[in-house]
T-cell receptor, first 116, second 116 residues
């Protein structure tokens, strides 16, 4: 399983973009980059995922480097409600596998604090 | 169907007692997962169901733990003879798999167990 490295914590001013980095230098060709976040006392929430191309949805943008060894999650206009732990996970296509092949393996993530 | 429901949200029990948690996944999701999360750590995989079949158990799931999903719908996780080390947040997640609509896991809000 490819491992990821994330900074333990980051601060961001409200209204500014939050850029959360993730290193995954051992990623395999069939592995996707998934981002989840966990707000205090809640379960993790899916944000976005990608294979090679940059992705954008209503929550965030995901920028993956050309060599796929790192990625950045961008929250374009962070709000106080975005304060959470953000997890970067490298995994196979979760639709194809269940159980220990297709489960999510969480590290400690990055604790993002959005400040007024 | 608004998401994954877990009951109860909080449980305080005395050491040695048995406890049971319930998870109601999204109705059309055939995959169901249980995770455990201790303070400051990311969630850890416990077990996986495909419909009613329990296909995987992690080594974290000791003999005191048992999980069921009798009709492929809701699931229960029982802990017998609880120990203080069982204190954690127990999270349930469901996913549609290859044939379903949507992507990623949907997590419930978890059951926080405190063993005193």
């Amino acid at each position: 399983d490819a491992k990821t490295t994330q900074p333990p914590s980051m601060d961001c001013a409200e209204g500014r973009a939050a850029n959360l980095p993730c290193n995954h230098s051992t990623i395999s060709g069939n592995e996707y980059v998934y981002w989840y976040r966990q707000i205090h006392s809640q379960g993790p929430q899916y944000i976005i995922h990608g294979l090679k191309n940059n992705e954008t949805n209503e929550m965030a943008s995901l920028i993956i480097t050309e060599d796929r060894k790192s990625s950045t999650l961008i929250l374009p206009h962070a709000t106080l409600r975005d304060t959470a732990v953000y997890y970067c996970i490298v995994r196979v296509d979760l639709r194809d596998y269940g159980g220990s092949q297709g489960n999510l393996i969480f590290g400690k993530g990055t604790k993002l604090s959005v400040k007024p | 169907d608004t998401g994954v429901s877990q009951d109860p949200r909080h449980k305080i029990t005395k050491r040695g007692q048995n406890v049971t948690f319930r998870c109601d996944p999204i109705s059309e999701h055939n995959r169901l997962y249980w995770y455990r999360q201790t303070l400051g750590q990311g969630p850890e995989f416990l077990t996986y169901f495909q419909n009613e079949a329990q296909l995987e158990k992690s080594r974290l799931l000791s003999d005191r733990f048992s999980a069921e999903r009798p009709k492929g719908s809701f699931s229960t996780l029982e802990i017998q003879r609880t120990e203080q080390g069982d204190s954690a947040m127990y999270l349930c997640a469901s996913s549609p798999g290859r044939t379903g609509r949507g992507y990623g896991y949907t997590f419930g809000s978890g059951t926080r167990l405190t063993v005193v």
